[in-house]
């Protein structure tokens, strides 16, 4: 797929964020069924559909530049976003090359690597970027090798250490959370920084997960959907910015809720790194209005019914207990 890059558009204050089209066809709308319930919803990442989400490891779609500039925008606020952990910095080496090389030969028409031992040539033509430098050699670079390519890479990335049959997060680049922060879950373990998530751990669901993840091999990426709701179209919906937008949820209305409202949908990609065996999870975020949702058939109609029927505990953790009657007042003219 040949990606055209949209006018710069906004993630805050005044939000200019919009899907064309194509966007909306590709969209991950999550649902199979006309319930929800959680489930170890985890697959192998195979290549697939040319043209969707899945096409690569690493999707770069028509928002890249303006998720670049939000990414930017973040870390110079917040330079602690970015968090390696002194173990974790082979693993970020690893995430480095690993992302490098997929975009240099997913999208060659806007990124090129060239390596001669370690001396590496690397351009993002996209956002103007030429950087020759020395791998393994953090000087060489103008920021740690995390931040360098997180600077240059859709989505959000948590770097896993692998021991005492457990996952831990000591490493990461996180500008566009759901409500969590990276710099609280850091040095978790897997189950630690999914605790507060109800009713999976009764249900046997991160036990599973858990067990999947760590027999994931090198070149075999597994993926899953996860999905949430946030009010206007905010990457930045992180714990430390809740000042921000946590009043939002209060203004959403029977009226305007096709336009505030916007289902948030994470592809959360996991791969082994060939030299750390440490696990990248990487979470690429893609939003849509209400109002984009429901010019696709029948995704109006699925949404009206999977959240009427979500479990108050699930609807609470989500953060749509506020508005969610003023929503399904909005979804139930697409449910006729």
Known sequence: MTVQFNAAQRYHQTFSFRNSPTAIARFPFPF????????????????????SIYEHWFDIDEHYPSE???????????????????????????????????????????????????????????????????????????????????????????????????????????????????????????????????????????????KYLLNVQVDQPVRRLNWTLTINPRLDSSPETYHEWGADRGTVTAENAGRLVHLRVELQHMSRLPRSHAMMFSIRTYLISLDELVTHPGWGRRLHRVLRDLPDAIADYKGMTRYRQAMLQWLSHYDV
């Open 32 to 51: 199979t069924e006309d319930s929800y319930l959680y489930s170890v919803n985890i697959e192998p990442a195979r290549s697939e559909l040319p043209g």
């Open 68 to 210: 670049m500039a939000e990414r930017a925008r973040v870390l110079e606020r917040d330079p602690q976003r970015c968090l390696v952990m002194p173990h974790m910095e082979e693993a970020a080496w690893d995430a480095l090359q690993m992302l490098m090389e997929h975009l240099a030969a997913d999208y060659p028409q806007w990124f090129s690597l060239a390596c001669e031992g370690d001396r590496w040539h690397w351009h993002n033509k996209a956002l103007g970027i030429e950087q020759r430098f020395t791998f393994g050699d953090a000087d060489s670079l103008p920021c740690p090798p995390l931040e360098y390519i997180g600077r240059q890479v859709q989505g959000d990335f948590a770097l896993l250490d692998q021991r005492d049959n457990d996952l831990y997060m000591d490493a990461g680049l996180v500008t566009c959370p759901a409500d969590w922060s990276l710099a609280f879950d850091a040095g978790m373990s897997f189950k630690q920084w999914h605790a507060p998530v109800p009713m999976a751990h009764q249900m046997g669901v991160f036990d599973r997960a858990l």
